[in-house]
């Protein structure tokens, strides 16, 4: 699942006309990046929400001529990143599934968390980073999720931050309730409170956030003069 429903409001001026996951670099949808990721790993069946000028984005999903099976469910109101998931159940209805958000741009190797998923079995995977200035942190210990925040009750823990790449059991479902919720707050903490096994994985490859009209300008300028290198099957256009 592809997290694209936000009203873009950061992105100040260029998301008055279009919403922001079809801001474009090199000539392509921000959405396709992520499009791409995903099939690039054999993965068919995408599901994407929608709400800011939803018409837009659902049609431009509707033109991919590919072999992916898309699910778009419209959120008539905003019911944020744990809402959005628990709205698009039946679509969700494998044992587990990746969920991304669509202002990232990253090459991170899908098929490890499947491999991790595999063996260990846990509620979620998270695939984080070291922390960065302006980042919520969360701590680690020993390759899984301890807590939120900057200390967590004197435990020896290693601080990290979360890059918006996850892979969900689907026993999420009965931590998110019906309506508008949160996947750290109403998921991730609660799941944490009971004990549940939550992984997480460090990448220090491509990861590139442009939730901000700051960042995405910047790395689009970056994109675009070939100071950031892509690889080629996330700089496609329409995957035929």
């Given at each position: 699942m592809i997290l694209a429903a936000g009203l873009g409001t950061r992105?100040?001026?260029?998301?008055?006309?279009?919403?922001?996951p079809l801001l474009e670099i090199n000539n392509i949808p921000l959405i396709q990046y992520n499009v791409n990721l995903f099939s690039y790993y054999g993965i068919k069946n995408i599901t994407i929400n929608s709400h800011y000028k939803s018409l837009l984005l659902e049609n431009y999903i509707n033109s991919l001529k590919n072999n992916i099976n898309f699910c778009l469910k419209h959120e008539e109101t905003l019911l944020d990143t744990g809402g959005g998931?628990?709205?698009a159940r039946e679509c969700l209805n494998s044992e587990y599934f990746f969920l991304i958000n669509s202002d990232i741009i990253t090459d991170y190797p899908l098929s490890d968390l499947f491999k991790i998923y595999i063996k260990e079995q846990p509620i979620a995977?998270?695939?984080?980073?070291?922390?960065?200035?302006d980042y919520s942190s969360l701590q680690i210990k020993n390759g899984k999720l301890i807590g939120f925040g900057n200390k967590i009750d004197n435990t020896q823990t290693e601080p990290a931050m979360f890059t918006g790449i996850h892979l969900l059991s689907?026993?999420?479902f009965d931590y998110l309730p019906k309506g508008k919720s949160s996947i750290i707050s109403d998921f991730y903490i609660k799941a944490l409170e009971k004990g549940e096994k939550i992984l997480t994985i460090k990448y220090d490859g491509l990861w590139l956030d442009l939730g901000t009209r700051e960042k995405y300008l910047k790395i689009k300028d970056?994109?675009?003069n070939r100071q950031i290198l892509l690889p080629d099957y996330l700089s496609e256009g329409r995957i035929s």
């Open positions: 992105m100040k001026e260029l998301t008055e006309s279009v919403p922001k998931v628990k709205n995977i998270m695939v984080v980073k070291d922390p960065q200035p689907k026993r999420v970056e994109i675009e």
